[in-house]
């Protein structure tokens, strides 16, 4: 009997220190894993999302970590507060290059497109009528609730605005802009576009502007506008370069003018990051064709493949591994 006890208390003992022995090990591999450090624009959070499990699963060592955001915050945030990051990426690609380049990144990576739409659900007011037509004259009715982010923010805010703007020269209305901004209360002005998607989806507002791979991967619905005004065809630029919007600068009291262009995404490497190595592993992935490229593609949003930068001098300056996957155009 009692060597039956001694016996049983040696086994919990044993299945004890193996459980503990266990919980280290796993504590020590979690330790092991290196830090990518993400900051990026609110509407690639779900394709970096998937890229992230994907990634995660092919180099187990390394822990993706993502910050998110409007993208000139998120770079602000990198450029003026000191928060450290491997890489950038955002919905303007001339977000990188007029707050990072060049104190805190060599260059930019030019990696998809998008265009923006009007989003809403079966529950906004006039659901059942709205089409590319007559969109404008539904935002300004005043039971309708819409919005946009904010522009000194959020490259997806002052697109919108520009939406607005070309649509006034488009459609031959003089003052439209005005007339629509002034149905447009400033609680209506949030700081990134992604926090609009869960206003249209309990009921607090009607319309959004987003991007249309943010309209596919939160299944909304929306209006698709002609190319003349949705900001999504490099071949309007010219047209889309009529549309200006003054936005703050990067010290406080001055203004920078962002002048329309087509929707073109950007990503780059943080000089000062903790995990060069890391980033630049993350970075290949992302801008492979069958990497995150094609989770962009099955997610809405057209990639660049392949990818680009403007000029030969720009290409001299990426990392030998990248150049593989980019083109100068």
Known sequence: MYQGSVVRKAVFL???ILLSATVVISHSKAAERQPIVIFHAGSLKVPLAEMEKRFERKYPSYDIVREF?????MARLISEKGRAADIMASADVAVIDK?????????????ATNQLVLCYTAQSRHADSVNADNWYEILQRKDVVWGHSDPNLDPCGYRSLMVLQLAESYYNQPELYERLIANRP???VRPQAVELVDMLQTGRMDYAWEYLSVAIQNDLKYVRLDDHINLGNYKFDNFYSLATVKVTGKKSGTWLVRKGKSCTYGVTLIKDGANPEGALLFLQYLLAADGGLEILKSMGQ????PCRVPSQQVFELLPAELKQVVEVR
């Open 302 to 305: 057209p990639p660049f493949v």
């Open 69 to 73: 955001g409007g993208s000139t915050k």
């Open 99 to 111: 707050n990072l380049v060049p104190n805190k990144a060599d260059w930019s990576i030019r990696f």
């Open 186 to 188: 400033a609680e209506n």
């Open 14 to 16: 044993l299945v004890a």
